[in-house]
């Protein structure tokens, strides 16, 4: 079949058109660095409770390795891979990928196949004179089209939102990364704190039973009261009474930690139930400067890849009130004989361009672009209080981790006495030179102070932790 020279020179003229306006379609704005030029003031250079440090903070590094546990490592695989929470923003990475390919194809054409036959008939008796009815049929195929030229950027901008909300869902995969991988390691650090209080109680229980016996032999060889062996299995029973709550304790943040690594708990806890220690204290990571936070903090990339998504919005809300250019044509064959389909005769075309341009809609462009200027000045706002909060946070957990650290020192001090004052106390009380609640209070200062010092020490690798997930969690 010959397509008409007519036709030829009109598709011609309407691709030319096209090739003319393809700068347009890729003209718009640059929204990068967005964030940074929304600041109401500039980053502080340095922190407040830290000397200038000439290391950055690890950005490609996982930060949990530098606790040295090979379980954790193992904890931390695992919820990767498993926990539904990541699964869920990962679809949502997909969800906003597939949107974004929605966006895309408005640059190209939209093309309709269609094929089929009609037949009718008129009723001879609607004649005047009346006469026979009249029979018609006819099969027909052809391609339609419809496509909207970018002149003036409505779908370019309408990519860039889209663009913007893509890195939003990424940023929003990478805080639940950060937010899973601090939970998994701030609960297994709670486990090896409970653990390693059971052992102190243990310790302690055998310890007491020893002063017990001491007690009881005094007694009975009357150089001692009842009253000194009542007050130390005072001590031995309050010792052995925490048990309970710690082994509880225990079990359920076991339980917790099979939740986060999407494990049902008979297959991991008989693993976590085995006795363990917590990691070696360590010291003031380098924290590098407050801009690090605007390229490691996943909530502020994407308070960033909102702001952008809203400033191409507005882009968006101007487009609409300038004219859409549209070709929209249509190629086909119709015969009444389908033998006839194809022939010389059977063609059908129609092509054309239209600019339709809206002149008044009672406002609701204007209302529409109004709508957009405050979306973008709200995520104005929200991009500078995420900004501040994170420099809080990191303030906070340098502060409180630094002055954990200064308790752990002054408790290996009290420890120490503590322990020396136990011994110094029972043994004149074996010689008869002191009453037993000498003994008594040594015992239990002695385990107030090591249960605390344990305490710190969770704490300190705790808040360790917070420091590392505030810092953008060392991805």
């Not at 082994?247 to 076991?254: M, P, V, Y």
């Not at 006839?340 to 609701?364: E, M, N, Q, R, V």
């Not at 360790?464 to 810092?471: D, E, N, R």
């Amino acid at each position: 079949m010959q397509v008409p020279q007519r036709l030829r020179n009109t598709l011609v003229t309407a691709v030319t058109a096209v090739a003319l306006s393809a700068p347009l379609v890729h003209a718009g704005n640059d929204y990068s660095h967005l964030g940074q030029e929304a600041l109401v003031a500039p980053l502080p250079e340095r922190w407040i409770y830290v000397p200038d440090h000439q290391q950055p903070s690890p950005s490609a590094d996982r930060w949990w390795k530098e606790f040295g546990d090979t379980t954790l490592n193992m904890l931390i695989s695992r919820a990767e891979s498993n926990n539904y929470n990541v699964a869920a923003a990962m679809k949502r990475i997909r969800l906003a990928g597939k949107e974004l390919e929605q966006t895309r194809a408005g640059y190209y054409p939209t093309l309709v196949a269609s094929a089929g036959w009609s037949g009718s008939q008129i009723a001879g008796a609607s004649n005047n004179p009346v006469g026979p009815s009249t029979r018609s049929s006819a099969f027909s195929a052809g391609v339609s089209m419809s496509w909207e030229i970018d002149v003036f950027g409505r779908i370019k901008r309408q990519l860039d939102a889209g663009k913007a909300a893509l890195e939003v869902s990424r940023a929003d995969y990478d805080a639940v990364m950060v937010s899973l991988c601090a939970e998994v390691a701030k609960t297994y650090l709670q486990l090896r704190q409970y653990q390693m209080q059971e052992q102190v109680a243990a310790e302690h229980i055998e310890s007491q039973k020893k002063v017990v016996k001491i007690a009881e032999a005094r007694q009975e060889a009357g150089i001692g009261s009842m009253l000194d062996v009542t007050q130390a299995r005072i001590v031995l029973y309050s010792t052995q009474s925490s048990l309970p709550g710690l082994e509880s304790q225990i079990q359920t943040t076991a339980n917790a930690l099979a939740v986060l690594t999407g494990i049902y708990p008979a297959e991991l806890v008989p693993t976590l139930l085995q006795p363990g220690t917590l990691p070696h204290d360590m010291g003031m990571p380098p924290v590098g400067v407050p801009a690090d936070l605007l390229r490691r903090r996943p909530d502020i990339v994407e308070a960033e890849g909102r702001l952008a998504q809203y400033a191409a919005m507005v882009g968006v809300a101007k487009s609409d009130f300038l004219p859409v250019l549209s070709l929209d044509g249509s190629i086909g064959t119709t015969s009444r004989n389908i033998s006839h389909l194809f022939g010389a005769h059977s063609l059908d075309y129609s092509i054309g361009p239209k600019l339709s341009w809206t002149i008044f809609d009672g406002l609701a462009r204007n209302a529409k672009a109004a709508e957009a200027k405050i979306q973008l000045e709200e995520a104005t706002d929200d991009y500078n209080l995420t900004v501040l909060n994170a420099i809080e946070e990191v303030e906070n957990a340098i502060s409180r981790y630094n002055a954990t650290l200064k308790e752990i020192e002054y408790l290996n001090s009290l420890i120490e006495q503590s322990r020396k004052s136990l011994e110094l106390s029972l043994g004149l009380y074996k010689q008869g030179l002191t009453a037993f609640n000498n003994v008594m209070d040594a015992q239990q200062s002695y385990l107030e102070y090591q249960n605390s010092l344990v305490s710190a020490r969770g704490t300190a690798l705790t808040q360790l932790v917070s420091l590392y997930q505030a810092l953008g969690g060392g991805y």
